[in-house]
């Protein structure tokens, strides 16, 4: 079993912690004690919390304007995790209206390909004396804590934050995750919805692209043109993520 399985049923409604013990016992890594497994699963960006003898979705209690949205961009040597490497992150956080923190770090690595050069102006100079992905990981989870990540094209950028902090022994990552263009489809009319054309279609105008924190702060320009277009009953986080997959 994955933790998909746990969060669609925590979407629903509360769990006992008896049911919570019966799903976490069938995911491999299972770690034996249900207190350790649910503050691991926590650590890892799952949105639990305790309700009385229930074990909660906090995304389905909590409001839009009190949620902290992660917005991510990062830009890497090529498409595949488990053969490329990132070379940049940039992160803000977000809540209400306002943008409370921000990430942004070169990752070193020994070489850049050409193309990604010209993409994006990253060098390999620009690299050499950057943190090592260790380091930048490490730094970034705890940027990341307890917040929903959202980029544009999330599955990217989540899929391989994930992949390459599970292979350095950080863990994979459980945060709630939201994609901006799945959010621009419900509520933007939009010849095509890549991020430059955006960019541009909408008049944000950030001046900079294929760069991670521009990218990111571009991603959540999106957003909030989104939100004003959005049902109103949508109130809590899980009823924006729920929209935005169109499972309401």
Same mark, same amino acid.
Request: proline share 4%; aromatic share 12%; charged share 25%.
């Given at each position: 079993?994955t933790?998909?399985?746990?969060?669609?049923?925590?979407r629903?409604?509360?769990i006992?912690?008896?049911?919570?013990?019966?799903?976490?016992?069938?995911?491999? =890594?299972f770690? $034996?004690?249900?207190e350790?497994?649910?503050?691991?699963?926590?650590?890892?960006?799952?949105?639990l919390?305790?309700?009385?003898?229930? #074990?909660?979705? *906090?995304?389905?209690?909590?409001?839009?304007?009190?949620?902290?949205? !992660?917005?991510?961009?990062?830009?890497?040597?090529?498409?595949?995790?488990?053969?490329?490497?990132?070379?940049e992150?940039?992160?803000?956080?977000?809540?209400? $209206?306002?943008?409370?923190?921000k990430? %942004?770090?070169?990752?070193?690595?020994?070489?850049?390909?050409?193309?990604?050069i010209?993409?994006t102006? #990253?060098?390999?100079?620009?690299?050499?004396?950057s943190? =090592?992905?260790?380091d930048?990981?490490r730094?970034?989870?705890?940027?990341?804590?307890?917040?929903?990540?959202?980029?544009?094209?999330?599955?990217?950028?989540?899929?391989?934050?994930?992949?390459?902090?599970?292979r350095i022994?950080?863990?994979?990552?459980?945060?709630?995750?939201l !994609?901006?263009i799945?959010?621009?489809?419900?509520t933007?009319?939009?010849?095509?919805?890549?991020?430059?054309?955006?960019?541009?279609?909408?008049?944000?105008?950030?001046?900079?692209?294929?760069?991670?924190?521009?990218d990111?702060?571009?991603?959540?320009?999106?957003?909030?043109? *989104?939100?004003?277009?959005?049902? %109103?009953?949508?109130?809590?986080?899980?009823?924006?993520?729920d929209? *935005?997959? $169109?499972k309401?």
């Amino acid at each position: 079993m994955t933790y998909d399985k746990l969060y669609n049923k925590l979407r629903n409604s509360p769990i006992s912690r008896e049911d919570f013990l019966n799903y976490v016992s069938d995911i491999a =890594s299972f770690c $034996g004690d249900i207190e350790e497994e649910f503050e691991m699963l926590k650590a890892c960006g799952f949105p639990l919390k305790k309700e009385n003898e229930n #074990i909660v979705l *906090s995304t389905t209690q909590t409001k839009l304007e009190d949620e902290i949205f !992660c917005f991510v961009d990062i830009e890497t040597t090529g498409s595949k995790p488990d053969q490329h490497s990132i070379i940049e992150i940039g992160a803000l956080k977000y809540q209400n $209206g306002t943008i409370i923190d921000k990430f %942004e770090s070169f990752v070193y690595v020994e070489e850049i390909p050409e193309k990604i050069i010209e993409l994006t102006g #990253i060098s390999t100079q620009n690299v050499l004396k950057s943190p =090592s992905l260790v380091d930048v990981l490490r730094d970034f989870r705890i940027f990341l804590s307890g917040c929903v990540f959202v980029a544009h094209n999330v599955s990217f950028d989540y899929g391989f934050i994930s992949y390459q902090m599970d292979r350095i022994g950080l863990g994979e990552i459980l945060n709630p995750k939201l !994609c901006t263009i799945d959010l621009a489809h419900k509520t933007i009319l939009s010849p095509r919805y890549s991020l430059p054309f955006l960019n541009e279609f909408l008049g944000i105008n950030t001046p900079v692209s294929h760069r991670a924190y521009a990218d990111a702060l571009t991603s959540l320009k999106v957003f909030e043109i *989104s939100l004003f277009s959005i049902p %109103e009953w949508i109130n809590s986080t899980q009823d924006l993520l729920d929209f *935005s997959k $169109g499972k309401k």
